[in-house]
């Protein structure tokens, strides 16, 4: 089966970049996506087809793909971005498939 | 607006059956495909099944044979029927609509309902 591998955690400073990462075989061809979680709250689409951004998204929000690795990059960090990230592509054999999770801590 | 709302969810025993809901607003059910998603508490997020456009339907490995992906038209309505419910089964459940179009992502998605399976 399909899998899709993140960090568990990532911290950033306010202001800086945060950089989230998702390995997967052959993700490169698989057009991820990315959600972001809130504590209560309800998974966001954030990025789908490896890099586009849903209306309303900030710009500071930005992904790519290359080979086997996907990163979620969030520049200028803000306090109100710290949440859970999960990244998600689909396959054939398992359908939708989501990595496990990252926690974003703003310090 | 485009909106997803579940309900259904409670506490059941072990073997017991429950039926959760998604009522949608905004867009047509039966056009899209329709998914659910789960989360067990404190941890991170699963696929569970899913209804295509033409009703062909999808599960994974964990829930196949006891779960049961349904829609009704009129009442632009999807559904999970949940039997022989396990402990495991305790989690969140969403539903969201699948963007066909735009990498199969998943948007939007419902608030959510807990299903807790204890006795």
């Known amino acids: 089966s399909y899998e899709l591998t993140q960090p568990p955690s990532v911290s950033v400073s306010p202001g800086q970049t945060a950089s989230i990462t998702c390995s997967g075989d052959e993700l490169g061809d698989r057009y991820p996506c990315w959600y972001q979680q809130k504590p209560g709250q309800s998974p966001v689409l954030l990025i789908y087809?490896?890099?586009k951004r849903p209306s309303g998204i900030p710009a500071r929000f930005s992904a790519s793909n290359s080979g086997n690795t996907a990163t979620l990059t969030i520049s200028g960090t803000q306090a109100m971005d710290e949440a859970d990230y999960y990244c998600q592509a689909w396959d054939s054999s398992t359908d939708w498939v989501f990595g496990g999770g990252t926690k974003l801590t703003v310090l | 607006e485009v909106q997803l709302v579940e309900s259904g969810g409670g506490l059941i025993q072990p073997g017991g059956s429950l039926r959760l809901s998604c009522a949608a607003s905004?867009?047509?059910?039966?056009?899209?495909?329709m998914t659910w998603v789960r989360q067990p508490p404190g941890k991170g997020l699963e696929w569970v099944s899913v209804?295509?456009?033409?009703?062909?339907?999808y599960y994974a490995d964990s829930v196949r044979g006891r779960f049961t992906i349904s829609r009704d038209n009129s009442k632009n309505t999807l559904y999970l029927q949940m039997n022989s419910l396990r402990a495991e089964d305790t989690a969140v459940y969403y539903c969201?609509?699948?963007?066909?179009?735009?990498?199969?992502?998943?948007?939007?998605w419902g608030q959510g309902t807990l299903v807790t399976v204890s006795s």
């Open positions: 905004g867009f047509t059910v039966s056009s899209n495909y």
């Open positions: 969201a609509r699948v963007r066909f179009y735009d990498g199969k992502s998943l948007d939007p």
């Open positions: 209804i295509y456009s033409g009703g062909s339907t």
């Open positions: 087809q490896d890099t």
